[in-house]
Every structure is written in structure tokens, then in C-alpha cells.
């Protein structure tokens, strides 16, 4: 399971850029608007120093990261909806994503050309929800015409088609589909439409390089993360100990990405659990609260199906005793079955029978 998030704002207030930043690609970030057409997809490693502590006793030939998935796509505008700027087809391209980040422009750089002549979050903000509102608004018109075709062979089409226009009415209203109330069977049925509005929102404050630490107000409920993505850019290019120096320079104990990537992390529910073997030391990702099967899943289905027991071992314990067989020795290596809560940070081994 790799986490996916897709990148929206207006144009030109430095989504390439700090998509750039963050899968050191050179995707093109031009000092104009639209300058994205084409969909732009990262694979980003999440930051994790514990892998590295792991990594130290292990030895292992490698180190896997877990991931995340970005994609860049060009700038919405007001009216996008209906053709104005480039259109809105290019959503299409993050319909399938599991979270969005919304750039929001609080830099004030006057050679950077703002679509509207001004720096006003708020009222972006606003632009893009309505945008992304309208795009929804569309999918489900769509869903409406084929739950109406569908009726008449089929009568369980009649609450798929009840469900939608309820939501058609709660997205005319201007509201996101997200804080419709449904039913948990509602919103499982509502997820096969992907639309926009219904996942989760991140907010980055792209802000000037003097607002990196600032502590933003809140954006629809939310804390932005600040974010200088023009630093962050300059920061991927720098070597390890050059990039350092440059943070201590500004006030920051890491890049901001890390930041936000620890943020997406934390708003979808997600965390990380270990492997750790001479051949690799390697992060999984899983929702927090997941059962070991669940976990032994992420790795490969047939670990789930055949799922037997798992050993583990805490990190803290891992660490702190030299590895699984000081931790073993310690009594610190359990033996957990099907039942078990992972926690974040488990290093763990699975027994699986197919
Ligand atoms: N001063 C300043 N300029 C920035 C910052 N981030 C981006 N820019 C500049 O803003 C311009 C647009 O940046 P892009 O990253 O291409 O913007 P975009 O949102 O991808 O724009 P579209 O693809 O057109 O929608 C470029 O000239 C960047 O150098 C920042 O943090 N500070
Ligand atoms: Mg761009």
C-alpha cells in the first residue's frame, strides 16, 4: 500500500515547485501560469530515522522506505469548471488518489504573477473548494443518468440513485461530499465514485522564506503547514551537510517536506511497522489500528490468508537490545496471533502456511 496524494491550487503558487522538491525531478516550474499540462507523478520515500537505527544493527544489502505517491497537475481557476483557464479534465488524473494537498499561496514575491493580482488565501481557498465541488457535482450527474437506466432491471439501483441525489443536493449547497451524513454502507458506496470533495484535505501555506516557523491560522478548521517550497527546492539540491547548515541558517531541524509528509500520514490514520533481515531492513505502511493479518497483508496476500502468528518486537526493545536475538534473550520478543493491535514502530516477523 502506497499512500497517494495529489497536488491542487490555483496556478502558479508553486505546486511544481515543491512537487519538484519533493521527488527531486525536474518537473518544469516556470515563472508563468499553466506551466504543468501533463500529469507528473513522484515517488517519494518517507522519511524515517528509525530506519536507519535498525539499519545499524542489522546490516542489512538494503534499506526500503515506505512510500509516497504525488501528483502534480496544473492550476485550477475560477470557472475551471466550465472551460476557463485550462478546464478541469486534468483532475481526472487524481481522481484515484487517497488524500489531496491544496498549495495555498501566502508568499508575497511581486515578480510572481498572482492569477487574480493578489495574495488572498482565503478567497483561493474558496475558488478551489467550488472548483472542486463542481467537478464532483458533474460525477455525480453522471452517476444519477446511469443509476436511472440501471432502475429498470435492476430494483437495488433505486437506493444508489436516492443516495445520489441527496449528495447532488448537498454539493449544489455548496458543501463538500465529505460532511454529508451516510451511513458507514453509504459512504463505502459513495467511495466507488472517487470524488473529490470526500477525501481528506491537507493544507500547505506556501509562505515566504521569513514565515517558515510562523504558526498560520486555521484554513475550513485546518492547520496549514507552512512550507517555503522555493527553500525546500534549493534545499533537495544540497548535499547532506550543506543542506544542514542551511536549515540551522533558518530556524528549521528538518526540511518541511518531512513535515508534511508525517501530516499526511497522521490526518489518513496511517503509521509504520518494520521487517528487519540481513536482506533488507524496510517500512510498511498500515492504518492505524490494523490487526497483525492485516499488517502480514501489506507485505503479500498469502501472508494474510495463511497467517499463523507473529513475532515481535517492539522498536524501543529492538534497539535498546542489539536486535532480535538480545531481544529474544531479554523475554522482549512476543509471540502475537491473529488478534493482536500492531503498533506503530513493531519490528515483526511473520509465520504464514498456504
Ligand atoms: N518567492 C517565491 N516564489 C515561489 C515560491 N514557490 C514557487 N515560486 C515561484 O512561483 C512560480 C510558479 O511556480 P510553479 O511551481 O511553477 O507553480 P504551479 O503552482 O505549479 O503553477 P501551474 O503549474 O501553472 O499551475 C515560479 O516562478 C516559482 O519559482 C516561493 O516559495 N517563494
Ligand atoms: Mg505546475
Redesign the pocket.
Known amino acids: 500500500m502506497s499512500l497517494s496524494i495529489g497536488i491542487v491550487?490555483?496556478?502558479?503558487?508553486?505546486?511544481?515547485?515543491?512537487?519538484?522538491a519533493l521527488t527531486r525531478n525536474q518537473v518544469?516550474?516556470?515563472?508563468?501560469?499553466?506551466?504543468?499540462i501533463e500529469p507528473n507523478v513522484g515517488i517519494v520515500p518517507v522519511p524515517d530515522a528509525r530506519l536507519d537505527a535498525l539499519a545499524r544493527i542489522v546490516n542489512p544489502q538494503r534499506v526500503l522506505p515506505a512510500t509516497v505517491e504525488f501528483v502534480?497537475?496544473?492550476?485550477l481557476v475560477k470557472g475551471a469548471s466550465e472551460g476557463a483557464g485550462l478546464g478541469n479534465q486534468f483532475l481526472a488524473n487524481i481522481r484515484e488518489t487517497d488524500a489531496i494537498a491544496e498549495?495555498v499561496r501566502f508568499?508575497?514575491?511581486e515578480?510572481?504573477v498572482h492569477v487574480d493580482g493578489r495574495v488572498d488565501p482565503a478567497s483561493d481557498v474558496e475558488t478551489i473548494k467550488l472548483e472542486l465541488i463542481f467537478a464532483d457535482m458533474a460525477t455525480v450527474e453522471k452517476a444519477i443518468q446511469r443509476f436511472n437506466k440501471e432502475l429498470k432491471g435492476d430494483k437495488s439501483a433505486a437506493d444508489r440513485l436516492a443516495l445520489a441525489q441527496r449528495m447532488l443536493a448537498h454539493l449544489e449547497a455548496g458543501h463538500r461530499a465529505f460532511s454529508l451524513e451516510m451511513t458507514d454502507d453509504e459512504r463505502a458506496a459513495m467511495r466507488t465514485l472517487h470524488l473529490l470533495t470526500m477525501k481528506p484535505m491537507l493544507y500547505v501555506a506556501?509562505?515566504?522564506?521569513s514565515q517558515v516557523g510562523a504558526d498560520l491560522p486555521e484554513i475550513d478548521g485546518v492547520k496549514p503547514i507552512p512550507?517555503?517550497?522555493?527553500?525546500e527546492?534549493d534545499l533537495a539540491e544540497l548535499e547532506a551537510d550543506e543542506a544542514a547548515e542551511y536549515l540551522e541558517s533558518i530556524g528549521l531541524e528538518e526540511p518541511g517536506l518531512n513535515t508534511l509528509i508525517r501530516e499526511a500520514y497522521r490526518l489518513l490514520g496511517l503509521m509504520s511497522y518494520f521487517t528487519a533481515g540481513e536482506k533488507e531492513v524496510r517500512a510498511w505502511t498500515v492504518p492505524v489500528g490494523a490487526k497483525a493479518p492485516q499488517a502480514a497483508g501489506v507485505i503479500h496476500s498469502d501472508f494474510e490468508r495463511g497467517f499463523i502468528k507473529a513475532e515481535v518486537v517492539s522498536f524501543d526493545d529492538f534497539v535498546a537490545l542489539g536486535g532480535e536475538k538480545g531481544a529474544r534473550e531479554a523475554g522482549k520478543l512476543r509471540l502475537e496471533g491473529k488478534d493482536y493491535v500492531v503498533r506503530d514502530g513493531d519490528v515483526m516477523h511473520f509465520k504464514f502456511n498456504v
Open positions: 491550487g490555483l496556478p502558479n503558487v508553486g505546486k511544481s515547485t515543491l512537487f519538484t518544469e516550474a516556470a515563472n508563468y501560469p499553466f506551466a504543468t502534480d497537475i496544473a492550476g498549495v508568499f508575497t514575491d515578480d510572481v506556501n509562505v515566504d522564506e512550507i517555503c517550497a522555493k527553500v527546492a
